[in-house]
């Protein structure tokens, strides 16, 4: 029934984005790091979680582009916005229904971030 199970499951990435700039002062950012902890805990007893990570700001990156031979090496991110990708889950569930539960929660906690959901390819 495993094997069954493990089969018919689908990563998602859910990737967090959010504005440049400073963090929230810690009395905005403090509530929502602690209900984002109970999210990622809900995720793992639920069986859904498989990785998470936050990333450094964008201005920490390092890009690699190839070309005729050379590697140019340049610093900072890949392309210039108003948004970055600050973050990270993966999850592995059944469907994109099921991704998009997990995602709807994470919108929730995050409040006014916006919340990617991509499957991987097998």
Known sequence: MD???EATMTQY????YQPDGPPPEPEVLDP???DLQTLNEEMRSAGVWVFAAGLHPPDTATVLTANDGEVLITDGP???GKEHLGGFTVIEVADL???LH???RFAEVLR????EVRPFQS
């Open 112 to 115: 006014n971030l916006s919340i």
């Open 102 to 104: 997990w995602a709807r």
């Open 3 to 5: 094997d069954e199970k």
């Open 97 to 99: 229904d099921a991704a």
């Open 78 to 80: 890949f392309t210039e």
């Open 13 to 16: 990435l859910l990737s967090i």
């Open 32 to 34: 929502i790091l602690r």
